[in-house]
């Protein structure tokens, strides 16, 4: 998948970014259409855009980040961007007063979604790191170019991630198909949960993954 490098410059990547959510061209990633219109959704994800302040416990997050940041150099060459990746990552799921989402599994989503690319866009429309559908900008009031924006797009990825395993009751394999609207269709949540292997640390650990289906081993 192409990358392309977050020092052009602001207004002409604006443009681009426009330019290509409306002509929807396609950039390698894999939202459906189908996926994240839940009516619920909503302010979930109002509130998550809302809520930009970070929390964070310095010495947890630089355990994470010292483990990550090598991580994501092969995805993200520009080193401001790929620390404003983790930076987000990390604040927003660890947000207080919600239920945790593992960081590794959102960064797994990233690379099975985007490769990391900030202007990605599906065949369906989805945008960006975690491949948002545009019709969330429109519903928030927001411009659907802030979708490319690391801050904005991982906010909302991460808001509709943690409802869709909240409504799972954490079984991350279900949760993933609703977010990526492919229910019944097992190649997404493999490849996602697989990636996850990668992006797993320390903070990651506990959470009740279903990581393989009871057939898997079959084959």
């Given at each position: 998948?192409?990358?392309?490098?977050?020092?052009?410059?602001?207004?002409?990547?604006?443009?681009?970014?426009?330019?290509?959510?409306?002509?929807?061209?396609?950039?390698?990633?894999?939202?459906?259409?189908?996926?994240?219109?839940?009516?619920?959704?909503?302010?979930?994800?109002?509130?998550?855009?809302?809520?930009?302040?970070?929390?964070?416990?310095?010495?947890?997050?630089?355990?994470?980040?010292?483990?990550?940041?090598?991580?994501?150099a092969?995805?993200?060459?520009?080193?401001?961007?790929?620390?404003?990746?983790?930076?987000?990552?990390?604040?927003?799921?660890?947000?207080?007063?919600?239920?945790?989402v593992?960081p590794?599994?959102?960064?797994?989503?990233?690379?099975?979604?985007?490769?990391?690319?900030?202007?990605?866009?599906?065949?369906?429309?989805?945008?960006?790191?975690?491949?948002?559908?545009?019709?969330?900008?429109?519903?928030l009031?927001?411009?659907r170019?802030?979708?490319?924006?690391?801050?904005?797009?991982?906010?909302?990825?991460?808001?509709?991630?943690?409802?869709?395993?909240?409504?799972?009751?954490?079984?991350?394999?279900?949760?993933l198909e609703?977010?990526?609207?492919?229910?019944?269709r097992?190649?997404?949540?493999?490849?996602?949960?697989?990636?996850?292997?990668?992006?797993?640390?320390?903070?990651?650990l506990?959470?009740?993954?279903?990581a393989?289906?009871?057939?898997?081993t079959?084959?």
């Amino acid at each position: 998948m192409k990358r392309l490098r977050s020092s052009a410059s602001g207004w002409a990547a604006k443009a681009l970014a426009a330019l290509f959510v409306l002509l929807g061209l396609t950039a390698g990633a894999r939202a459906q259409a189908a996926g994240q219109r839940d009516p619920a959704l909503r302010p979930i994800v109002q509130q998550a855009i809302a809520q930009a302040q970070c929390f964070l416990d310095r010495y947890d997050a630089a355990v994470w980040y010292t483990l990550m940041e090598p991580r994501l150099a092969r995805y993200v060459h520009n080193p401001a961007e790929r620390l404003n990746i983790l930076h987000q990552v990390y604040c927003v799921t660890h947000q207080p007063g919600l239920a945790k989402v593992p960081p590794g599994l959102v960064l797994a989503v990233m690379q099975v979604e985007s490769d990391f690319n900030r202007w990605a866009v599906s065949a369906s429309g989805a945008v960006g790191l975690m491949q948002v559908m545009p019709y969330w900008p429109e519903r928030l009031g927001m411009q659907r170019y802030e979708l490319v924006h690391v801050s904005a797009n991982i906010r909302m990825g991460c808001a509709i991630l943690r409802y869709y395993l909240q409504s799972t009751h954490d079984d991350v394999r279900l949760a993933l198909e609703e977010y990526n609207g492919s229910v019944g269709r097992h190649f997404y949540p493999d490849r996602v949960l697989t990636a996850w292997e990668n992006w797993s640390g320390a903070d990651d650990l506990g959470f009740p993954v279903r990581a393989r289906r009871p057939d898997a081993t079959a084959r």
